[in-house]
């Protein structure tokens, strides 16, 4: 049987649904919802099913929910059906039903609310990929923990999620990194050449001039010492230097970004470089593909709108065929030079992921990549027919602030906020849970000193707060019961009925929403809930543990009260539990206690 209360329930709606309107077509069962009732007055549950059926079954919805209500009351555990509002039907279960929930967790532990409605089904989780040509900042961060929280919450839901990391070693911008590096090595054997001297003889400019670079500089002279320059510690050719100290540097800055992913808790399981991708001939195999599907063509693009950049000419290009799978413009893959665009590698990477079987492809974006979205859904779609789906999560950029004022920039990168000094300040499970609080498509200011603040209105410290509380109530009941009677076996059989109060009921309904938050947040691609749904979980439980101050009979632990006091611990246990499996998915750590 479901750990879902409401996957349960929603299967006696469906099988009455079908007896009362047997030509009921599946594309209407499959819409038909079971969600919590707003008012607890009202029930438990609330389901559409009479909404929905009303038009195939040429009847009034009131009289279809009426039906089904009636029907309802002979299911096991249902205490109440009653028909309400236009068509809706509240459900009210026996609180047994609700208790049962306690030992389904207890069994069950962090692994409560784990589904299958991903029946294995391979997906692909890209995030972060940021180039690594500096260290990875707090432009980064939002994605890396969206990114990170949304693969754990699709493995919970049943999926086979891959994480990944694209590693955009190849273009222009690597190059650029290859050229600061060698000004940073050359200033290591003795050179005084200043920046803008050296910007004068590099090709696209001196780009990276933060003090990242240093360390990197002195390793490249202390394996090489001067032999990739000149005498005098001089600028050497490129043709002598360029390809290893590009190599060399990528690898470096792809450790210090893989180091700090970790310190995030942030681990891809894999890393694909972009340059491995053409050197396969991945790009050529999907420019061919396309070529095949009669998707290419030489054409010269309409101007671009607004203000016409000073360099813009109308030139024959090789176009892709965009237009037809919802892009606005056609996009092109080959300039008229003959080489590839940064889209056209994108599209062989694409390609390779396809071919390593995966069935869903879900990149995690900055919002600033918006205007490629629908480029890339439609290459997606073209090169599998519509087989494979891409899925593109946007992030929106993240204002770090203090005392209201945004946080100065770090000279250790040169141009913003690295994620090593944001842990520092803050902590990982701070950084983690916060840039959760909020959809990612929306604006966030992440504020140094509400994260840290020990007070109701920090999300993060309200719900270790709970956690906390629910560890301490554990410790003292093996202290006044022992040990073995509050291990979760013990507590599995321990008689519930003494839960029966108002407070009490709500957290039990809380915690049985679980599994149904966990499959709602996967099939939405929203993590976010997960934060909501633990900030609730956190206040049924505050509000139960101050209601214990004022109600001695609601107190978790009664000396004289030994039956009781089995039932609350078993309650505040499953709390615990519950709270560690969201946790779980969004890569924070419970604390054992507040300090």
């Known amino acids: 049987m479901s750990d879902c209360l409401f996957q349960r329930y929603r299967t006696h ?78 459900i009210t279960l026996q609180q047994s039903v609700l208790r049962g929930v306690i030992p389904a967790v207890l069994k069950t532990g962090e692994a409560f609310g784990d589904s299958q409605i991903g029946t294995g089904t391979k997906v692909n989780v890209e995030y972060v990929s940021c180039n690594p040509t500096g260290p990875i900042h707090v432009g980064h961060c939002r994605g890396a923990v969206v990114g990170d929280a949304l693969a754990n919450l699709m493995g919970k839901a049943g999926y086979d999620v891959t994480k990944e990391f694209y590693i955009n070693d190849a273009g222009n911008q690597v190059a650029a990194l290859a050229w600061a590096t060698y000004w940073r090595y050359l200033q290591a054997i003795g050179s005084t050449m200043d920046a803008e001297a050296f910007n004068a003889i590099t090709p696209n400019g001196l780009q990276y001039q933060g003090e990242y670079l240093i360390p990197i500089g002195q390793a490249l002279a202390e394996m090489h010492g001067t032999s990739l320059a000149e005498d005098g510690a001089k600028p050497a050719s490129a043709e002598k230097w360029f390809a290893l100290v590009k190599d060399f540097a990528v690898a470096r800055m792809m450790d210090g970004i893989r180091e700090d992913l970790l310190a995030l808790g942030v681990k891809h399981d894999v890393f694909t470089s972009e340059a ?62 003959g080489t590839n665009t940064y889209f056209a590698n994108d599209i062989g990477y694409h390609l390779d992921k396809v071919e390593r079987g995966e069935q869903v492809l879900i990149d995690v974006l900055g919002a600033d990549h918006g205007g490629y979205v629908s480029r890339m859904k439609a290459a997606v779609k073209a090169l599998t027919d519509g087989k494979v789906p891409l899925e593109v999560p946007l992030c929106q950029i993240v204002h770090i602030v203090r005392d209201g004022q945004p946080v ?182 419970p604390v054992e206690e507040m300090r």
Request: net charge negative; charged share 25%.
């Open 13 to 90: 709606v469906l099988e009455i649904l079908r007896h009362i309107v047997p030509d009921i077509g599946e594309e209407i069962l499959a819409r038909v919802e079971l969600t919590p009732t707003r008012d607890p007055a009202h029930g438990d549950m609330a389901t559409n099913a009479a909404l929905l059926a009303a038009k195939p079954a040429r009847r009034k919805p009131a009289d279809i929910a009426a039906d089904l209500a009636t029907s309802l009351l002979g299911v096991e555990g249902v205490a109440s059906a009653e028909a309400a509002g236009p068509g809706f039907v509240n």
């Open 276 to 337: 491995k991708v053409l050197a396969d001939g991945v790009t050529d195999r999907a420019i061919k593909a396309l070529e095949a599907k009669g998707l290419l063509y030489e054409g010269v693009l309409e101007p671009p709108k607004g203000k016409l950049p000073d360099d813009w000419e109308a030139r024959p290009q090789t176009l892709f065929r965009s237009t037809e799978f919802g892009d606005d413009v056609d996009r092109p893959l080959r300039k008229s030079d």
């Open 408 to 589: 100065r920039m770090s000279k250790r990168a040169g141009t913003f906020v690295t994620l090593s000094d944001l842990l520092d300040e803050v902590g990982k499970d701070a950084v983690r849970f916060t840039m959760l609080t909020r959809k990612s498509d929306a604006q966030m200011e992440f504020d140094l000193d509400a994260v840290v603040a020990q007070t109701r209105d920090n999300p993060v410290f309200y719900v270790q707060y709970a956690h906390a509380r629910c560890r301490s109530v554990l410790r003292a009941a093996e202290e006044m019961l022992g040990g073995e009677a509050v291990t979760p076996a013990a507590l599995e059989q321990a008689s519930l009925d003494a839960l029966s109060a108002d407070a009490e009921i709500a957290l039990l309904r809380r915690i049985a929403s679980w599994p149904r938050t966990v499959e709602g947040a996967a099939a939405a691609r929203e993590p976010h809930r997960i934060a909501f749904y633990l900030g609730d979980l956190a206040a049924d439980f505050h509000a139960l543990w101050n209601r214990g101050r004022d109600e001695t009979t609601l107190r978790f632990l009664q000396e004289n009260n030994r039956t009781g006091t089995l039932a609350r611990v078993a309650l505040v246990a499953a709390t615990a539990m519950t709270i560690r499996s969201g946790l779980a998915v969004m890569g924070v750590e």
